[in-house]
C-alpha cells in the first residue's frame, strides 16, 4: 500500500501563497487518482482537487478554482498543491489522498473523500486576515 506524507503547512497572511506537498512511498506515476481534501473543526471533509496521474486530468472544488493548482511531479512520486491568493476560509488541516484507478478515457477522478483508501497525516495551514 502507498504510504503518504505531506508537508509545507504552516501560517500565512491572506493573499498570500504556499505550497503543499505528498509524498508518496511507492511509484505513482501512471493510474493513480492523487486529491488534496481539507477539514475545518466543526466541518466535513471537503475535496479540494485531484490529479489522475500519468493523463494529468485534474479537478478543482468551485471554492479553489482559478486560486490552486495541483500538479504531480512523477520524477518523485510527489503531488503539489499551490495555492494562491489565500483567504481565512482556507484555514484548514489538509489531507493528502490517493488510490490505484483505471479510468475510461475523459473520466476524472472524484472528489468524494470515501472513494479514496490512502490517506496521509495531514498538514495544517493557517490564513491570517
Known amino acids: 500500500q502507498v504510504q503518504l506524507v505531506e508537508s509545507g503547512g504552516g501560517s500565512v497572511q491572506a493573499g498570500g501563497s504556499l505550497t503543499l506537498s505528498c509524498k508518496a512511498s511507492s511509484d505513482t506515476k501512471t493510474r493513480f487518482c492523487m486529491a488534496w481534501f481539507r477539514q475545518s473543526p466543526g466541518k466535513e471533509r471537503e475535496g479540494v482537487a485531484n490529479?489522475?496521474?500519468?493523463?494529468?486530468?485534474?479537478v478543482y472544488a468551485d471554492s479553489v478554482k482559478g486560486r490552486f493548482t495541483i500538479t504531480h511531479d512523477s520524477a518523485n512520486d510527489i503531488v503539489h498543491l499551490t495555492m494562491n491568493n489565500r483567504k481565512p476560509e482556507d484555514t484548514a488541516m489538509y489531507y493528502c489522498?490517493?488510490?490505484?484507478?483505471?479510468?475510461?478515457?475523459?473520466?476524472?477522478?472524484?472528489?468524494?473523500?470515501?472513494?479514496?483508501?490512502?490517506w496521509g497525516q495531514g498538514t495544517q495551514v493557517t490564513v491570517s486576515s
Open positions: 490529479i489522475y496521474t500519468g493523463r494529468g486530468s485534474t
Open positions: 489522498a490517493a488510490r490505484g484507478a483505471w479510468l475510461t478515457y475523459g473520466s476524472t477522478c472524484t472528489l468524494d473523500s470515501s472513494y479514496y483508501t490512502q
